[in-house]
């Protein structure tokens, strides 16, 4: 996969040290949006506004010692809305629901279909251009994006479901499509210079889960339903650039420092760790929620795996000498020199942002590159 599993120092993300991808948002940044909401600031102002927070933000990721950064979402409200709002056949739409967390309700929006999926002229690539004119040799752009699997879940959710079948009445030319389309935003952003694409993917988390109203109207087909979400994935990143690398990142959901679903990763280990077609995972393992590592005895030997032993929902600082154990424990099951760590998730999945600090946010990634540091050299 053209990746370097020796010990010492890599190329390409995942790095010792690494992030999920999300930061929290600057009150400037959340000023301008509502500004930009309420029509008292154009869209160029807007635009102006998130160049220079992101621009302060790139800084802030190096000097903590970050080598992958991103634009932290910046210019979203979503983690994975954004990005499919940005495909064309496909538009926003205000529905009844939002999606239910332990304790919350998020903003009623989702992405429905128009016609036909494809993605010529994504709005990402030229947000993914403003990131790369910051890489150096040893710090790399990053874009994270919603799997495919996640749209595709999300294109099947109860208010969309009639809509989707009236367009595409046979699910395989669903999948083709998806497939498709994110095959052309990828190569689109592999000319504007991205070599390390991550995806997103909270599909997992719900197969796992048998308690949560959204994974208990999947899980009757939780196996079938894993397999067409490792499919979709499979094809979207099939044939890509050899010096392009594919990560994903799973979790249990992410809003305002709550969680959407429970469940370790036993149920679906033998698809997501053997069969999906990726460099690395980052994995959430901030809590017991998830369950052990044994499931990680499945990542095949090609495969680097990020911890996510550190919760991105609060401001307390992890001990750190329980943080040693644990990746000890890790171990056991993949070699110390195919493991990474982070946060379980970013620290701002939504505009809306986990509560803490952005002070508070930075102290965590210091705390991790010590770690790191200490425990990789």
Request: aromatic share 10%; net charge negative; charged share 25%.
């Amino acid at each position: 996969m053209g990746v370097e599993l020796k010990v010492g120092n890599r190329t390409n993300a995942p790095f010792r040290f690494d992030n999920v991808g999300s930061f929290l948002r600057p009150e400037k940044l959340k000023k301008a949006r509502v500004a930009f909401a309420e029509g008292t600031l154009t869209e160029s102002e807007l635009k102006k506004v998130e160049d220079v927070c992101i621009a302060d933000l790139i800084q802030k990721q190096k000097e903590v010692g970050l080598q992958g950064i991103t634009d932290g979402e910046f210019r979203r409200s979503w983690w994975h809305l954004d990005f499919m709002w940005g495909l064309n056949g496909v538009k926003k739409e205000i529905i009844d629901q939002g999606y239910i967390f332990n304790g919350e309700e998020t903003r009623p929006e989702t992405a429905c279909l128009t016609g036909k999926i494809s993605g010529e002229s994504h709005p990402f690539i030229e947000h993914f251009a403003f990131v790369q004119q910051y890489a150096t040799d040893e710090i790399v752009a990053r874009q994270t994006i919603p799997a495919p699997a996640q749209f595709l879940a999300e294109l099947q959710r109860p208010q969309n479901k009639e809509t989707t079948e009236h367009v595409y009445p046979d699910i395989n030319d669903l999948v083709a499509d998806i497939a498709k389309a994110y095959q052309t935003v990828i190569r689109d952003l592999y000319e504007a210079g991205c070599r390390n694409v991550q995806l997103d993917d909270c599909t997992w988390g719900m197969l796992v889960d048998t308690n949560s109203s959204t994974a208990q109207q999947i899980q009757a087909d939780a196996e079938g339903m894993g397999e067409l979400y490792l499919r979709v994935n499979n094809l979207a990143i099939d044939n890509l650039p050899e010096d392009l690398v594919v990560n994903t990142h799973v979790c249990r959901g992410n809003y305002h420092s709550t969680w959407a679903s429970s469940g370790g990763y036993d149920p679906i280990a033998h698809l997501l760790f053997e069969k999906e077609n990726v460099t690395a995972y980052y994995l959430e393992f901030d809590t017991d929620r998830a369950g052990d590592f044994s499931p990680l005895q499945h990542v095949s030997d090609d495969k680097l795996v990020v911890l996510g032993l550190f919760s991105s929902k609060t401001g307390e600082l992890e001990d750190k000498a329980a943080i040693k154990a644990r990746i000890e424990e890790a171990a056991k099951y993949v070699n110390l020199s195919r493991l990474c760590i982070s946060p379980q998730c970013g620290f701002a999945s939504t505009e809306e942002g986990n509560i803490l600090t952005e002070e508070q946010q930075w102290d965590k990634l210091r705390l991790i590159k010590e770690i790191a540091d200490e425990v990789w050299g």
